[in-house]
C-alpha cells in the first residue's frame, strides 16, 4: 500500500456555498452532494459535469443517505426535517415529521426495513422504510447527536454526540448496551470497519480511537489531523480508510496496521480544498475518492495502488 497513486481527476463546481455531505447513487458514476444551498446536486462522474437538481430545498442539508438496493435518497436539513426523494422521477415520497432541530445523520439497515435520523436535540427517531411511518424515537443525549454508525453484522448502532460520548446500543431493540471510550470535545464522526474488527471514531478534539468490537477497549489513540477529524471512510476493497478533516487535508491509512500511508492537500502539492474537508465518499466508479467542503468545491480522486 505504500504505492498508492493519487491522481485528481476533477472538480465538480457549481455549489455556491459550503458543501457539507456527498453520497453515492444506485449508479457508480452518480454521487449527490448537499450544503448550505438550495437544493441536492446530482453529478455524473463519467462526464465530470453537474447532471440536474434532485429536489430543492429551503434549508441546508446536513445529511443524505441512499437507501441500499433503492433510488431513494434520504435528505436530513436544518428544520429537523427527513424528506424520502425518488431520484429518477424527483418525487417526495415522504416527509419525517418528527425533530424540531436539525438532522445530522442518517443511516439505514440492509437486514431490515429501518431508517435512523439523529437530531440537534439529542434525540434518534427510527423510521419504516416501506410505509415511512415512525416506529421508535428515544433520547441518546442531553446534546446534539451528530454521527451513527452501523455495524457491518448490523448487530450494533452507535451513536457520537456534541458531549463527546460515544453510545453503543443493539440495533435489534435500541436497547441501550454502553458508553464507550470516547473525546473530550464533540464526537464528529464514527466508522466500523468492515470486517467488523473495529469502531473507529473521531472528535472535535482533533484524535481518533481505534476500539476492538471484542469489549470496546481502545486500541490505539492518536491526533490524525490538526482539527477536527470530520469523516472516516473505509475503501470498498483496498485495506485502508480515508478521514477528512477541517484542517483541509485528506488523509490515506493502513487498515490493517493504521499507518499513514498518504497525505492530499495544499501543502503536499495537491490542488486540493482550500478550506474545511467536511465529508468524503469512495466510489467505485474508477476507485474513486469524493471529498465535500468549504471552499463550494466537490473534488474527484483517483486512488490506485
Known amino acids: 500500500m505504500n504505492t498508492l497513486r493519487i491522481h485528481k481527476a476533477g472538480t465538480l463546481s457549481g455549489h455556491q456555498n459550503p458543501i457539507f455531505t456527498v453520497e453515492n ?19 455524473n462522474l463519467e462526464k465530470m459535469a453537474f447532471e440536474r437538481i434532485v429536489y430543492p430545498v429551503q434549508f441546508s442539508v446536513y445529511a443524505l443517505h441512499l437507501l441500499s438496493g ?15 426523494v425518488h431520484t429518477e422521477t424527483h418525487e417526495l415520497i415522504a416527509k419525517l415529521e418528527h425533530h424540531r432541530r436539525p438532522v445530522f445523520s442518517i443511516k439505514s439497515f440492509k437486514t431490515k426495513p429501518e431508517l435512523i435520523l439523529a437530531s440537534e436535540d439529542g434525540t434518534v427517531s427510527v423510521w419504516n422504510t416501506h410505509t415511512f411511518s415512525l416506529l421508535y424515537h428515544f433520547k441518546v443525549s442531553d446534546q446534539t447527536v451528530r454521527t451513527i454508525a452501523i455495524s457491518s453484522d448490523e448487530n450494533w448502532v452507535a451513536f457520537g454526540a456534541k458531549d463527546g460520548k460515544v453510545k453503543l446500543y443493539s440495533a435489534l431493540d435500541y436497547s441501550f448496551i ?6 473530550t470535545l464533540p464526537v464528529t464522526s464514527l466508522c466500523f470497519s468492515p470486517d467488523g474488527r473495529y469502531l473507529l471514531t473521531g472528535g472535535r478534539d482533533a484524535k481518533l480511537n481505534i476500539l476492538n468490537t471484542a469489549d470496546f ?21 483496498l485495506p485502508v480508510f480515508a478521514t477528512a478533516s477541517r484542517d483541509k487535508s485528506i488523509k ?25 474537508v467536511n465529508d468524503i465518499a469512495w466510489n467505485t466508479y474508477k476507485n474513486q475518492l469524493i471529498s465535500v467542503g468549504d471552499d463550494k468545491q466537490a473534488i474527484v480522486w483517483d486512488i490506485t495502488n
Do not use: Q
Not at 454502553?178 to 473525546?183: I, R, V
Not at 491509512?253 to 495544499?266: P, Y
Open 217 to 237: 477497549s481502545i486500541v490505539s489513540t492518536f491526533t490524525p489531523h490538526l482539527f477536527t477529524v470530520y469523516a472516516i471512510k473505509y475503501h470498498p476493497f
Open 25 to 43: 447513487g444506485a449508479t457508480a458514476s452518480i454521487v449527490y452532494t448537499g450544503g448550505n444551498d438550495k437544493g441536492v446536486v446530482e453529478w
Open 178 to 183: 454502553e458508553e464507550l471510550p470516547a473525546h
Open 70 to 84: 433503492t433510488p431513494l435518497l434520504a435528505v436530513g436539513t436544518r428544520d429537523g426535517m427527513g424528506r424520502i
Open 252 to 276: 490515506i491509512w493502513s487498515a490493517d496496521d493504521f499507518r499513514l500511508l498518504r497525505v492530499i492537500s495544499l501543502e503536499r502539492g495537491f490542488d486540493s480544498h482550500r478550506l474545511s
